[in-house]
């Protein structure tokens, strides 16, 4: 696909049960990101992927979240055991790091998220 | 990581030109600006980055003055349509994540 596509769109879930979203990013992008997105607040960075390096779990609010991803393909987040506070669109993008040294010229390129609701 | 700092929110007419300025005191020699545009129920799409003086796209137009602690985004003759929340961010080392502020929220009125 020409962009970096998101599944589910919308998942509504009860309070307790796990949840898993996936992101596709565009092929070749070596770095990923997840954010998650309150209603009317700004991103709020969650976890980043580059390589094959370890990733940058920094922003992980708790260790009910934790994403993986495959090479420098899909990534999946899952939230176990979700919380009403977790309700929020999570927004993955992508983007290929270019640059030298220490210099980036990084443009990401966001898919349209998944609306997560908790009942 | 330099922090960048941009007015939370701005209201303007629809066919004016609007500037909105970031600052970032501690830009790194290399650093690049970026500044991406998010409509509501959308993630936030890249619209136009620079490194110094002045850069122009189909979009917009990106000032940067000589010492590079600031930068404007300039929107010229705006529409309803560019009502959206507006994300500078300057451009990280390698290893380092990207942190977005709260950007500015920009009202576009008839």
């Known amino acids: 696909g020409a962009g970096v596509s998101q599944s589910p769109s919308n998942k509504v879930t009860e309070k307790g049960k796990d949840v898993e979203l996936r992101c596709d990013p565009i092929s070749g992008h070596t770095a990923l990101y997840w954010y998650r997105q309150r209603l009317g607040q700004g991103l709020e960075f969650l976890i980043y992927?580059?390589?094959?390096?370890?990733?940058?779990k920094s922003g992980l609010p708790s260790d009910r979240f934790s994403a993986e991803r495959t090479g420098e393909s899909v990534s999946t987040l899952t939230i176990q055991r979700t919380q009403q506070e977790d309700s929020a669109v999570y927004l993955c993008a992508s983007s290929l790091v270019a640059g030298q040294g220490t210099q980036v010229d990084e443009k990401l390129f966001f898919g349209s998220g998944t609306q997560l609701s908790v009942l | 990581l330099a922090k960048t700092t941009q007015p939370i929110s701005m209201d303007s007419y629809e066919g004016q030109e609007v500037n909105i300025t970031c600052s970032h005191n501690n830009i790194a020699t290399n650093d690049y600006i970026t500044w991406y545009q998010q409509f509501p129920s959308q993630g936030p799409r890249f619209i136009i980055q620079g490194y110094k003086t002045k850069v122009t796209n189909e979009v917009a137009s990106l000032f940067i003055p000589a010492d590079r602690k600031s930068s404007t985004l300039s929107l010229p003759r705006v529409s309803l349509s560019d009502t959206a929340v507006y994300y500078c961010?300057?451009?990280?080392?390698?290893?380092?994540?990207?942190?977005f502020g709260k950007g500015t929220r920009l009202h576009i009125l008839p």
């Open positions: 992927f580059q390589g094959n390096s370890a990733p940058d």
């Open positions: 961010l300057v451009a990280r080392r390698r290893d380092d994540k990207i942190i």
